[in-house]
């Protein structure tokens, strides 16, 4: 159990100006979980991505199996037995699972593959490990947590005995990643190696032996799963304290949100929701549930088959867009890359973007740019936006500071109704903490937040009333105290909830 | 003969499967190409460059299997040159293509005008001539629909069968599908993305320049402007049509030729009374209307047009 299998030896990649890695050692022994945790840009993609060979260290040398590893070559990595598990699966999904599992195993210029004899191959590596896949299904038909599987088995049909994993469970349920966690027990029960690239403390405490902490490039601290906590973990990540978010009880306001029986063309099948001012309500379930269709509904982009809705009071089943956003709803959408913002544009267009009509933004009917940009420097100051100037284009912008753009732009509006899509997704614990604080603010003041989230602990943590969103229908909710995430787990799989009755939870 | 009497005459079919032959090699190219993620539509102009140079190589005195080799390398020299712009560099894929056949047409055009200065006939060869395949060619109406036919076109449905097998049972056809599927998963297999495509695109460029050469070694036997007419967008459309699949692009070609077989002699039946332009129309307006049909269920490939750079998604 205490040979080393890899080691890396003051490993160091700088791009440009940024120093991505900086003189980086580790070593992993045989039958391991390591982790390797730290916020988003800590360095830890970019140091796997060195260890498999997709990009060159400027400094620094890989050892594997006590011999040396030649830098920049993939299939050199593969050969020495290292496997990779990106984060972003690598799968075609038009293709088989079997074909997706095959690519790169043979020589490339043999006549004619052998089919039968790789089929029967993986299903003895699917039996022995647990992992049931079916060969001739193709990737697209598959959920996520079988994709993963399927990435998994491709590492291991390849003989790999050392496993990198990046942020596996991402996409996964609570449920997929607990069943993740067996099999990865079961891998090193067989005498392979694990490195765990997570930047979520619960799993790296759950699954790992030993842990490196990564921050800005270096790393900070080793130690070992069992001798450490969660907090302690939180602030060497971070680099400082951490404060938990704190909310205080409050009485419920108006109704503010209210739907009733809702289908629509895009997902939702007679959902109801009933949302208050002055409360956070978290919606769970795993993406792909409806999430989305709630999301179009309430910001006016596909108006509901039958059923009602009404938004403060008003029947709102036919309003626009444009009238959403004049009615001072907030929406922060759950890409902000795709939907939130104009990666391209400046700044200053981005945050006019939908109230450039208003008059304050017009002089005899052109646009004001000297309001514009004042409305965006205020922005910036007063949402703590790290950007050169309003005039800088948001593509330079980082994650974080793309995200508080748009709760600026939206927030600064004094909204009464926060429609928050995955507000955390991407961020680092920096950036996710000042997110929560702004929705806890909001919240205080009297608006009604609702809070559509994958992530569970960021719901625990911040709603009054918790519900799960299933196949387009969505669960009564129950106050935050009366729920676990065990059983918010099994509801996001569909417990609960019955064909003829979307109310059984 | 009235125009249902038409279609079941051997003369039709043989006629229609000649003009498929060039179609079969330019949809096959393109099929390859874009099954690696990469469009070309610089094929009207490698069919053109291919015509030309097979021609020359005849006229110059080669043979005529000579002619179709050296077709095949003038294609792919200028597949070369389309990949090498849109895979490392990753330009796009539609100017860089259009961009191409614009070229490669006129420098041919050039080089033929620099060749025969004086000439106002253009100058003939030798064309590959029909040879009946033993007792097949005998069996009624098949034998003289399909085993009359000259060598090329019995090339055309070899090469089908071929790019089929290369596609979907070797490792090598594995890696090109999934080039254009998701080029991050080849990388990841240690397998480099570009050397892939470029290769997808050569190979693919030289079955254009092979489409190019069957109309002046086997249809016809002289080059002149504007002869490929075209055939290279036919064969774009006729990809699409057969859902990127070897075997449904082949029916669609023959399908698509025996449209315009049908119409020729339709002209000649029926010209008196209706404006030939109508029948000239025919085959293309019934091709948009099975692309409209095909084309809403097939399943392109991922990442055809995405270029791809190592390390970026």
Redesign the interface.
Known sequence: MTDTVLSLDRISKRFGALIANDAISFDLKQGEIVALLGENGAGKTTLM?ILF???VADDGSISVFGKSLPPG??????QAGIG?V?Q?F??????TVL??I????????????RKSEARQRLTKLAQDFGLAIEPDKTVAELSVGERQRVEILKVLYREARILILDEPTAVLTPQESQSLFATLKKLTAQGLSIIFISHKLNEVLSVSDRIFVLRAGRLVAERPTKGTTRKELAELMVGRPIAEPKIEPQPHGDIHVEIRAVTTADGLDHADLTLHGGEILGLAGVSGNGQTALANLLSGLSPPKSGTLHIFGEDAARWTPDLVTRKRIARIPEDRHAEGLVADMSVTENVIAEIYREPRFNKRGFLDWRAAEGFAEEIIKGFDVKCPSPTTRVRLLSGGNMQKLILGRTLSLAPRFILACQPARGLDIGAVSYVHERLIQARKSGASVLLISDDLDEILALADRVAVIYRGRISEPLPRQQVTIQELGLMMAGHGFSEGDAHAA | MDALELLFSASLWAAAIRIASPLIFATLGELISERAGVLNLGIEGIMTVGAFAGWFTVYQGGDLWLGVLVAALAGSAFGLLHAILVVPLGLSQHVTGIGITLFAASLTYYTYRLAFPEVTSPPKIEPFQPWAVPVLSDIPFFGEALFRQTPLTYLAFIAAGLVGWFLY????G??V??AG??P????????DVTKVRILAVVAGSALMGIGGAFLTLSAFNSFYFEMVNGRGWIAIALVVFGSWRPGKALLGALLFAAFDAYQLRLQQLAGAFVPYQIFLMLPYALSILALIIMSRRA?Y??ALMIPYR??E?
């Open positions: 991505n060979g997709h990009y070559q993939p299939r050199a990595a593969i990779m990106h972003h690598t799968l075609a999904d038009n293709l074909d997706n095959m690519l790169g195993t043979e020589k490339p210029w043999r006549l004619s593959s | 049972r070797t490792p090598a594995l890696a599908r999934t599927e998701n991050a998963a080849v990388e990841a297999q240690g397998i399943s490939p991922r190592k390390g998604r």
